[in-house]
């Protein structure tokens, strides 16, 4: 997990499990995917995702935050 390397059924498992969880547990879920989901997700406000600390994510997560500031601008 830790080089980005994932299989199917960690991603459809994660998948179903962030349908299950709010914005803050999703945030600091040990899983680089779930976080990933809740960057993108519209329930993450602009002015809390300015204010996160990405340098403790995933790389991963720390690219989808970019994606998601790019496209709030």
């Known amino acids: 997990m830790a080089k980005g390397e994932f299989s ?3 991603f459809t498992e994660w ?6 969880l709010n914005i803050k547990n999703a945030l600091n879920h040990p899983s680089p995917i779930i976080n990933s989901l809740a960057i993108l997700d519209r329930r993450l406000g602009k002015r809390r995702l ?3 600390d990405i340098r403790k994510f995933h790389p991963m997560v720390r690219y989808f935050t970019g994606v ?3 496209a709030e601008n």
């Open 8 to 10: 199917a059924l960690d």
């Open 15 to 20: 998948c179903f499990t962030y349908l299950n």
């Open 50 to 52: 300015i204010e996160l």
């Open 68 to 70: 998601r500031l790019n």
